[in-house]
């Protein structure tokens, strides 16, 4: 299998160059040249059993897409220390379900992808020592600080938009020490992302050390993400006799790529919204097929506090018109007071407690008949300065969370330009 670049002038590559280079020389985002998929007996009798063991269907899902290449021998070992937490479907009223993706040690889907990400480059020394360089709106800067925290031979420079993540997620940025550094950036979340596209394109173009993208802009973050979801829409399917449609909280469009890839390979998908929050890059241009990426705006839910979402050049490659598009994925958004409303009644009137994120999906829910899952991305006590005003609760965080408040941050801050993060990294 190889993977070519979405702006189509580089060469095609193996999976381990691919993670190893994050981005396509010519700025693009890999993608497969064509897509791994399934036949229907494959599903039925394959994976359909495996359906709660994760580690083991994401072996066999992901080997077509590590053909040839020297990790696959490796790939169920990797599975195994990647997808070391699960991913519960939790059934709510009227058919639908919750994916849990937030039992992980950060508490977000994140998780995931970083763990993987980590098990994959642990196995290529030539790149050791190296430099993990990831920009986070609140979530992805923890996950891979854990994933990585003390791997030998690696640093993590994290980049987030100073003041505009939660207490809680500015810990699991700042306090781990060792091999991980955070940068308080003074800009927005698409400013941290610039840097770090521009950092690794600078250092393709003329290299100054093993440079690595840990964000969803990297093959490594987003293929596993695809297993989550093929393993819950068969265990919905078995229980339910349906295949389920999808409310993703999106932001970077990471995650919800990884379920239409997942559709793509033949798992039972009937349909996928996209739930965002104020940043209405993506809504308008299902409406308008225009692409105008706007600053990003702060919200409660931040960690989608995309204004211009990376993963849209992979949406544009598997769906090439609008029209196409269109058919495949609605989006729905839901603005603050929506969020904060749906917090508020699901807990009175559910006894559910959600993160803002999950939040939209609610929303949107709201507007959808048929039945959904919805994609439930961080646990909700990361989030206990939101949700407490909202649902008149003192939240009790979980005994590993608590630990870090008690910590005290430490970050360096320097404005959104790229010479200075330049003379950190170098
Ligand atoms: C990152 C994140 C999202 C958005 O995911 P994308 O892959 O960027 O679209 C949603 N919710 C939470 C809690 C997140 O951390």
């Known amino acids: 299998m190889k993977y070519v670049s979405t702006r189509g002038h580089s060469n095609a590559v193996l999976f381990s160059d691919a993670l190893k280079a994050g981005l396509a020389p010519d700025g693009g985002l890999y993608v497969p040249e064509s897509y791994p998929t399934f036949t229907s007996d494959e599903i039925q009798n394959y994976f359909m059993p495996r359906c709660n063991q994760l580690p083991e269907l994401a072996t066999t899902l992901l080997k077509p897409w590590f053909e040839q290449d020297r990790l696959s021998k490796l790939l169920p070992s990797i599975c195994e220390t990647a997808f070391n937490f699960p991913a519960p479907l939790n059934y709510i009223s009227s058919g639908h379900a919750i994916l849990e993706l937030f039992h992980g040690p950060t508490a977000a889907f994140k998780d995931f992808g970083a763990q993987f990400l980590a098990a994959c480059l642990e196995e290529f020394p030539e790149v050791n020592p190296s430099t993990i360089l990831v920009a986070t709106s609140?979530?992805?800067?923890?996950?891979?600080?854990?994933?990585?925290?003390?791997?030998?031979?690696?640093?993590v420079i994290i980049l987030y938009p100073k003041g505009q993540v939660s207490p809680l997620q500015e810990r699991q940025l700042t306090t781990w020490g060792e091999n991980i550094q955070a940068i308080a950036v003074r800009g927005?979340?698409?400013?941290?992302?610039?840097?770090?596209?521009?950092?690794?394109?600078?250092?393709?173009?003329?290299?100054?050390?093993?440079?690595?993208?840990?964000?969803?802009?990297?093959?490594?973050?987003?293929?596993?993400?695809?297993?989550?979801?093929?393993?819950?829409?068969?265990?919905?399917?078995?229980?339910?006799?349906?295949?389920?449609?999808?409310?993703?909280?999106?932001?970077?469009?990471?995650?919800?790529?990884?379920?239409l890839w997942a559709k793509k390979m033949g798992f039972p998908i009937r349909e996928i919204c996209l739930a965002t929050n104020s940043n209405l890059t993506l809504?308008?241009?299902?409406?308008?097929?225009?692409?105008?990426?706007?600053?990003?705006?702060?919200?409660?839910?931040?960690?989608?506090?995309?204004?211009?979402?990376?993963?849209?050049?992979?949406?544009?490659?598997?769906?090439?018109?609008?029209?196409?598009?269109?058919?495949?994925?609605?989006?729905?958004?839901?603005?603050?007071?929506?969020?904060?409303?749906?917090?508020?009644?699901?807990?009175?009137?559910?006894?559910?407690?959600?993160?803002?994120?999950?939040?939209?999906?609610?929303?949107?829910?709201?507007?959808?008949?048929?039945?959904?899952?919805?994609?439930?991305?961080?646990?909700?006590?990361?989030?206990?300065?939101?949700?407490?005003?909202l649902t008149d609760q003192t939240l009790e965080l979980p005994a590993n969370l608590a630990r870090l408040m008690a910590k005290k941050p430490d970050f360096i801050e320097l404005s959104a330009d790229l010479q200075s993060i330049l003379k950190i990294i170098i």
């Open 138 to 155: 609140g979530d992805t800067g923890g996950a891979v600080a854990s994933a990585f925290f003390k791997k030998t031979g690696i640093r």
């Open 283 to 389: 809504k308008h241009y299902i409406e308008t097929a225009t692409w105008s990426p706007q600053p990003s705006r702060k919200t409660l839910a931040n960690a989608m506090d995309v204004g211009n979402p990376n993963n849209i050049e992979r949406l544009n490659q598997l769906y090439p018109n609008i029209q196409l598009l269109k058919k495949e994925v609605r989006v729905v958004s839901a603005n603050d007071e929506e969020i904060g409303r749906t917090v508020s009644q699901l807990f009175k009137n559910e006894k559910l407690l959600v993160c803002p994120h999950t939040a939209t999906a609610f929303h949107a829910l709201r507007q959808l008949s048929e039945k959904w899952i919805i994609a439930s991305t961080a646990h909700p006590a990361k989030f206990a300065q939101v949700l407490e005003p």
């Open 188 to 259: 927005t979340f698409d400013d941290c992302q610039k840097l770090v596209k521009d950092a690794i394109s600078l250092n393709t173009s003329k290299p100054f050390c093993n440079l690595i993208s840990a964000n969803s802009i990297n093959l490594g973050r987003l293929l596993p993400q695809t297993c989550y979801y093929a393993a819950s829409s068969l265990s919905y399917k078995l229980k339910m006799g349906v295949s389920p449609g999808y409310i993703i909280p999106t932001g970077n469009l990471g995650n919800a790529v990884a379920a």
